[in-house]
Every structure is written in C-alpha cells, then in structure tokens.
C-alpha cells in the first residue's frame, strides 16, 4: 500500500506486517494522490506543485520521471484498470481530465461536476465509469465512452443547506473490485459504503470522529480482494476495517501518533499484487459514534515510518 502526506512524501507499506518499507522524496509542495500502474512495477504521485511523478519500483525505488505540469495544482490521481497508459487528474479551481501517458496528452473533453469542481475520482474495475466529487459532497458518475453521466448522483449525507459549510465535503472516493461497491472518504469524520445498483448506502458510516467532527478522513482504498477498506485520517492514522461489517483490523501510525494536518495520510493505495487480508485481531468495530482511534488493535512488528 502507499500513502501520500502533506509533508512532500509518500510512503510504501506492507500490509501484512504494517511495516514502512520505503519513503519516496521528490516532490516540492504536499503530495495529493498516489497511484499504481496495474502491474505494480510503478507509482504515480500527484502534488501541490503542479506535478505528476512516476517512481520506479522494481529494484531502485527511485524518480523515474516528471510526467506533466498542470495548469494548476493537482489534488488527485489516478489508473485506468483497463488501461495502463489512462489517468485520471484533478486539478484545484478545475475540471477532470484524462491523459494518455504514452502520448502524454490529454484524451477527450473534461468531465465537469455540478458544482465548481471534483474534489476525488475513481475508476471503475472494468474502467468504464468514473466517478467525480463534487465539492458539495454529491458524487457523479460518468461514461467514459460517451462523457454522459450515469443514473442518479449520490447525496450528500446533510442536504443542500449545509452544502455552504463544506461540511460534508468529500476527499477521496473508491470502487471495490467487484465494481459494486464505492467507498467515500468525508471531511465529517465518516467513512461511507455505497450500494451503486440501488444508490443507498449498505449501513451506517463508520464514525472515526466520534460523533463530533474532530478528525476528517482524507482517504479511502479497498484492498484487491475487497475484504478490507483503509481509511487515512488527519490525525495521521491509516485505519483498516472489513468490509461490510467495519470490524476494526489494524492502525497504521503514520507520523507516530495524532498530529497536525501537514502530516496526514491524504492519499492510499494497495498494491494489486497485496496478499490477502489479515484476519481480524480483534472483534472491536469501528461503530457509528464510537471513535475507532480509541480501540487500537495489536500491530505486529510496527514501527514508526522514516521523516
């Protein structure tokens, strides 16, 4: 898995362990996004400073090359998984947009959400769909073969009131792989599984803030075999819960325990090459207002990732 951080890092985990294994430095402003080719062998990392880096994993874990410079800071990145050479960026103040790697140019005409902009993207498994965040919370999903948008959009949790205070702003999204699945990351402290055949949500988010928005999970990932959903929180915690259940699995101590903001796991990714999830440690669940912070789960081997 990776993780990416506002202090112009990302780092690659195992899972299994829970052991930090590299941290990538390169970028020059907060790291945004991270994304895996689909055959693993690189990393694709998003930033504030307007670039996409491509790391080479398969022996020297070192740059590969700057991809592009955008127009404006980039919030977020990611894969085709159909498609190796198709990626997916958000820009700050603008609309999504896809490019061919190998071309290095743009594909098609932007995709644009019904308010000002998209805060998150994810692909879809068979990489058909995209699904965009608006900066209200609603999430839309669109055909990449025609650029029309699918079905209905998905609600924000609060209603159009509360849309002025941002509250229920969403920072990342994710489809499981079996596409029937998305998982959204809010700024309320909540994780949210989605049933996209009916457009209801299967049960209650998972609280990570307690009942109070204290904490905001900045992102979400579904482990390759889709038993397992990793949460990052600004209080620079990875949190990894089973799905459907939101059984509590593991913590991952990103900066050694709650910090500021500027070191928050802001954006993840599993390897598609992860082995499978660990069974459970413990049966403590993350539950609607119960803090999952205040539950830790036996970590074996951690240790605190190199800064």
Same mark, same amino acid.
């Given at each position: $898995?990776?993780?990416?951080?506002?202090?112009r890092? =990302?780092?690659?985990?195992?899972?299994?362990?829970?052991?930090?294994?590299?941290?990538?430095?390169?970028?020059a402003?907060?790291?945004?996004?991270?994304?895996?080719?689909?055959?693993?062998? *690189?990393?694709?990392?998003?930033?504030?400073?307007?670039? @996409?880096?491509?790391?080479?994993? *398969?022996?020297?874990?070192?740059?590969?090359?700057?991809?592009?410079?955008?127009?404006?800071p980039?919030?977020?990145?990611?894969?085709?998984? #159909?498609?190796?050479?198709?990626?997916?960026?958000? #820009? #700050?103040?603008?609309?999504?947009?896809?490019?061919?790697?190998?071309?290095?140019?743009?594909?098609?005409?932007?995709?644009?959400?019904?308010?000002?902009?998209?805060?998150? @993207?994810?692909?879809?498994?068979?990489?058909?769909?995209?699904?965009?965040?608006?900066?209200?919370?609603?999430?839309?999903?669109?055909?990449?073969?025609?650029?029309? #948008? @699918?079905?209905?959009?998905?609600?924000?949790?609060?209603?159009?009131?509360?849309?002025?205070?941002?509250?229920?702003?969403?920072?990342?999204?994710?489809?499981?792989?079996?596409?029937?699945?998305?998982?959204?990351?809010?700024?309320?402290?909540s $994780?949210?599984?989605?049933?996209?055949?009916?457009?209801?949500?299967?049960?209650?988010?998972?609280?990570?803030?307690?009942?109070?928005?204290?904490?905001?999970?900045?992102?979400?990932?579904?482990?390759?075999?889709?038993?397992?959903? =990793?949460?990052?929180?600004?209080d620079?915690?990875?949190?990894? *819960?089973?799905?459907?259940?939101?059984?509590?699995?593991?913590?991952?101590a990103?900066?050694?325990?709650?910090?500021?903001?500027?070191?928050?796991?802001?954006?993840?990714?599993?390897?598609?090459?992860?082995?499978?999830?660990?069974?459970?440690p413990?049966?403590a669940?993350?539950g609607?207002?119960?803090? =999952?912070?205040?539950?830790?789960?036996?970590?074996?081997g951690?240790?605190?990732?190199?800064?």
């Amino acid at each position: $898995m990776a993780s990416a951080s506002d202090d112009r890092t =990302a780092i690659l985990w195992d899972v299994a362990t829970g052991k930090a294994r590299a941290t990538l430095r390169g970028h020059a402003d907060a790291v945004t996004g991270v994304a895996f080719n689909p055959d693993a062998t *690189t990393l694709y990392t998003s930033s504030l400073d307007d670039t @996409v880096i491509a790391w080479d994993l *398969t022996g020297t874990r070192g740059l590969a090359r700057q991809l592009t410079r955008a127009a404006s800071p980039v919030v977020g990145v990611t894969f085709s998984p #159909r498609d190796p050479n198709l990626l997916a960026l958000v #820009r #700050r103040g603008g609309p999504t947009t896809l490019w061919d790697l190998a071309k290095r140019t743009r594909v098609g005409n932007p995709l644009d959400v019904t308010g000002e902009y998209a805060n998150a @993207v994810a692909f879809s498994p068979d990489g058909s769909i995209l699904a965009a965040a608006d900066a209200d919370g609603t999430v839309v999903l669109f055909d990449l073969a025609t650029g029309a #948008r @699918v079905g209905r959009p998905l609600p924000p949790p609060y209603g159009p009131r509360y849309a002025q205070h941002r509250i229920s702003d969403i920072n990342d999204l994710a489809f499981s792989p079996d596409g029937r699945l998305l998982a959204t990351a809010r700024n309320d402290g909540s $994780m949210e599984l989605w049933d996209l055949a009916r457009r209801a949500r299967i049960s209650r988010p998972l609280d990570f803030g307690g009942g109070f928005v204290d904490v905001s999970v900045i992102a979400v990932a579904f482990s390759p075999d889709g038993r397992t959903t =990793a949460s990052g929180l600004d209080d620079g915690k990875v949190v990894l *819960t089973r799905v459907p259940d939101g059984t509590l699995l593991y913590e991952l101590a990103t900066t050694g325990g709650p910090g500021p903001i500027g070191l928050a796991p802001i954006a993840l990714a599993f390897s598609p090459t992860a082995r499978p999830s660990p069974p459970p440690p413990t049966m403590a669940r993350c539950g609607c207002g119960t803090p =999952a912070r205040a539950r830790r789960a036996a970590l074996p081997g951690s240790q605190r990732p190199e800064r």
